[in-house]
């Protein structure tokens, strides 16, 4: 079955950097897209980045472009996320999850990972 | 972006109930919507893609529909491992944008 696991949060000061990993695994990583979505505590939902399978091309939200970075590796069947400056407002569970294109322009996120906490504070 | 509008905040219901979710979008979103389930302390499951697709493994009590700017999550007889917030999702125009959510509580 699909599996992803997301590993790497935990606690940074503002202006710090984390890298956020999550390994798959239970389907064939490189037909697709893959995606970064987070919660903040007791919040919605909001997409954060896609990344395509071959991972030539990636997309961001405006609230983290220019300071987050997503990539993938598809060899090792991983995803990850380097997160630099940091601040308050990045505090949230981060999930990995897969993303379909089935049509359309953008993907389907259609299996989510458990998450992992990243808190930002002084 | 496009913002995309859930209604009520809250339905309480009893089990064996129909209930009737709504999400309204600020532009058309086509029928490029879906509906995630996030039950307490886990991650959202999706439930609905593309307005009215049922993703693989859910039960048939749960059906969607809607195009444009409006749309519907129905359960057609509330069980009680259906406490959940529901989210709906367009994926029509960047950004994807996701609304606020409906909190289904069991009366």
């Known amino acids: 079955q699909v599996q992803l696991v997301e590993s790497g949060g935990g606690l940074v000061k503002p202006g710090g950097s984390l890298r956020l990993s999550c390994a798959a695994s239970g389907f064939t990583f490189n037909d697709y897209y893959m995606s970064w979505i987070r919660q903040a505590p007791g919040q919605g939902l909001e997409w954060v980045s896609f990344i395509s399978s071959s991972g030539n091309t990636m997309y961001y939200a405006d609230s983290v472009k220019g300071r987050f970075t997503i990539s993938r590796d598809n060899a090792r069947k991983s995803l990850y996320m380097q997160m630099n400056s940091l601040r308050a407002e990045d505090t949230a569970v981060y999930y990995c999850a897969r993303a379909a294109m089935v049509r359309g322009i953008i993907p389907v996120s259609d299996c989510w990972g458990q998450g992992t906490l990243v808190t930002v504070s002084s | 972006e496009i913002v995309l509008t859930q209604s009520p905040a809250t339905l309480s219901l009893s089990p064996g109930e129909r209930a009737t979710l709504s999400c309204r979008a600020s532009?058309?979103?086509?029928?490029?919507l879906a509906w995630y389930q996030q039950k307490p302390g886990q991650p959202p499951r999706l439930l609905i893609y593309d307005a009215s697709n049922r993703a693989t493994g859910i039960p048939a009590r749960f059906s969607g529909s809607g195009s444009g700017t409006d749309f519907t999550l129905t359960i057609s007889s509330l069980e009680p491992e259906d406490i959940a917030i529901y989210y709906c999702q367009q994926r029509s125009n960047w950004p994807p944008t996701f609304g606020g959510g409906t909190k289904v509580e069991i009366k």
């Open positions: 532009q058309s979103v086509s029928d490029y």
